[in-house]
C-alpha cells in the first residue's frame, strides 16, 4: 500500500481542483462604486452603462479575440469595508445569449447603497472572489471605478501589493464628474487611480470626466479588458512610476480631518 505524505496529498487535490476548473480567457470582476457621493443618476447611469455594455456586439467580438472564446465575469458594487454586495455572481459568457442573458439579469437587480469609500477592502474581496471560483482564467482582473480616493479600511497600497501577489491585475475607472464639488472627492482622482490603485503590466486607467460620457467609456474599457489590449500612453496606462506624484493616504487624511471638524479625536 503506498501512502501519501500530507504534502503529496494536498498538491494531489489542489491539481484535481484544477482540472476541475472551467478553463477562460479571462476573470474579471467589475468592482462598482454606490457610494453616497454618487448622486442616484450617476448611479443609475453607471448601471445602464455595464447593463448596455453586455449587450453590445464589440463585447462578443472582444471574447471572440481570446484562443478560448471564453470569459467569466461578476459584478460587484462597493462603498465601506462593511458594505459589499455581489449583484451578478460569476457568469460564463461564450456566446451573444450568454452576453444578453448576463445583461437582462443585471438589469433587473436593485442598486446598492453605501457610506465611505474603502478600495482596499473591495480589492481584497475581488481577489478571494477570484480564487475561489470554478475557473481557471489566463488572464484575471479586476476593474475597479469610483469618485473617491480610499477613506477607510486598510491602505490602499498595501492590498494592492497584495492583489498583484496573486497574479491578479488592476483596472480603474476614476469618476471625475464632480471635479472640485468637496467633499471626499479629490481633483486629481485619475493620478490617485495610476499611483496608488492600478497595477500590473498591462494595467490601464480610463477617466471619466463627463457623465455624458460614462457609458460609453464603461464599453470601451470592458472591450479592452476582455480583448487583452492595452491603451495608448494618454490613458495612463501602466502603474508602475518611478516617482509617484500622489499621496495615497490622503483619503484617510480628509477622513481625520473631517471627523476632527466635528469634535471627534
Known sequence: ??????GAQGRAENLLDKLAQIPVDLELVL????????DKDEQKLQRDGYVAALKHPAILSAIDSGSIGTI???YVEWGAAWKITTVLDWTLIKSRQDAIDASNSLAKKPISTANSTSIS???SAAAEMIENNNFLGKRKV??????GPNNVGPAVVVARADVLSRGIEINGLPILIKQGRGGFQIDNLDIYYRECVIGGPSAFVIPVYDKNRLASTILQKMVLEMAGIVPPHG??????AKSPMMDCMIGEKQRDDFMRSLGFE
Open 72 to 74: 467569466a465575469l461578476t
Open 121 to 123: 477592502a473591495v480589492l
Open 142 to 147: 479586476i476593474d475597479i471605478s469610483g469618485d
Open 235 to 240: 490613458q495612463f496606462h501602466l502603474a508602475a
Open 1 to 6: 500500500m503506498v501512502v501519501q505524505s500530507a
Open 31 to 38: 468592482a462598482v462604486d454606490v457610494s453616497s457621493s454618487m
